[in-house]
């Protein structure tokens, strides 16, 4: 059987890295973006090629159209997109928030997200996208980042729509929506005991690990997932 290849953007850290470490143990062939930890992303392919995979490391920042086209000249073809690469800003309501935050949040988790699909489309036959959105996208997460929510109820949506798009050339396409989980991410948001903090809210009574997330990640991406597309899947431990 021939390995099928994937990328997977932001795969430096956090869940981006768990994803390569399974994906390798699942026999995919990888590319593995990142924007800022080169040892990160060495570390993930290091990772994978001891299972076995190949693996290309590609940096580009998301946010930036010509880094996504740069990017994209090193991958002629595809079968799989992980859409994972985002970004939070720091602890603030709206009415403390600019044009710059706003649009960088939005150039990130959202623009870049879609184009970063639209030539992952380009270059699959059938395949699977699989796109990271969160558990924000329901909640809205006022006073805390609501643009960071906003950009990914965008995400939600754009899912469904691609989802209807490209169902006819056999490509599916899902938003999964992680709920606490431990990475840094919160850290990088300002907040590095965010979930801790949040653990006891949440209905299970503790924070998700990226592997957690991984897991179904990969199940998505497989064709035990045949008949799942343009849907939503939360990872929230029921948050
Ligand atoms: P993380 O540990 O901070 O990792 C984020 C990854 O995204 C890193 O590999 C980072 O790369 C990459 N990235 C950030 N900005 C980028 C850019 N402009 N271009 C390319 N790559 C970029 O975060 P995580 O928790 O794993 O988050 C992964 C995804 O899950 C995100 O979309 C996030 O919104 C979502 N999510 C996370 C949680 C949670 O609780 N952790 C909950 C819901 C949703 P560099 O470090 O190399 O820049």
């Not at 580009?60 to 992980?82: C, K, Q, T, Y």
């Amino acid at each position: 059987m021939t390995r099928k290849t994937i990328l997977i953007t932001g795969a430096s850290a956090g869940i981006g890295a768990a994803c390569a470490r399974l994906a390798a143990e699942r026999g995919y062939d990888l590319y593995l973006n990142y924007n800022s930890d080169a040892a990160g992303a060495e570390a993930s392919a290091e990772a994978a090629r001891a299972a076995g995979a190949t693996a290309t490391v590609l940096q580009a920042d998301v946010g930036d159209p010509e880094a996504i086209s740069a990017m994209f000249a090193h991958i002629p073809r595809l079968d799989g997109l992980i859409n994972n690469a985002g970004i939070v800003g720091q602890t603030a309501r709206l009415t403390d928030m600019d044009h710059a935050r706003l649009k960088r949040m939005f150039d990130v988790n959202v623009i870049g997200a879609m184009l970063v699909a639209k030539e992952a489309v380009l270059r699959m036959d059938k395949g699977v996208i699989v796109n990271v959105s969160s558990a924000a996208a329901r909640l809205g997460s006022g006073n805390q980042y609501l643009d960071y929510a906003a950009s990914k109820g965008a995400i939600d949506t754009f899912t469904k729509g691609l989802s209807d798009e490209v169902a006819g050339q056999g490509i599916r396409v899902v938003s999964v929506r992680p709920g606490i989980i431990d990475t840094d991410i919160h850290a990088k948001g300002g907040e590095p005991d965010r979930a801790d903090r949040l653990a006891p809210k949440v209905p299970m009574k503790r924070k998700g690990t990226a592997e957690e997330v991984a897991e179904v990640i990969l199940w998505l991406m497989s064709d035990q997932a045949s008949y799942v597309t343009g849907s939503a899947i939360d990872v929230t431990g029921g948050r």
